[in-house]
């Protein structure tokens, strides 16, 4: 037996739990019930972030001045998965780190709207600096959720 399968454990967690997402997380979500991604701003640097952060990473300062988009933002970097994971949509898929607005920062989120049913074409089919554009539910609760995925825009 490979010394590897030797030392091979499985484990299984399955955690309910409530965070307190604060009053900036708070009005990040509240937007998206609305189909908005808010922001702020760095008083100091004018630095911009969409989700908004609480202080700036940079100056160490509070984070001010409210900023509203539609959600519109560029593909920094992305992942194509084709393994199966708890919890995940079924392979191929692609998850990428989304630059919306003027933000300094992106956030991960599902790209869709582009045909997954050629897995081995899918690195050809997005690329980063693609525009993309929130596809928002119809069901929406104030939840990341609230945006099923951001799809390529002209
Ligand atoms: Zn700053």
Redesign the pocket.
Known sequence: MPESESYKKEYSWNLDFAVNLGDVHRRFFEGLEEKQMVGNE?P??G?VFIPPQPH?D??L?ETTGWRETDGHGVIDSYVVTYFKFRNMPDPPYVTAAIRVGESETSMLHFVGGIDYDDGEELMEKVETGMDVAPVWSDDRDGSIEDIEYFEPVE
């Open positions: 760095c100091e640097c630095n700036c940079e100056c300062v």
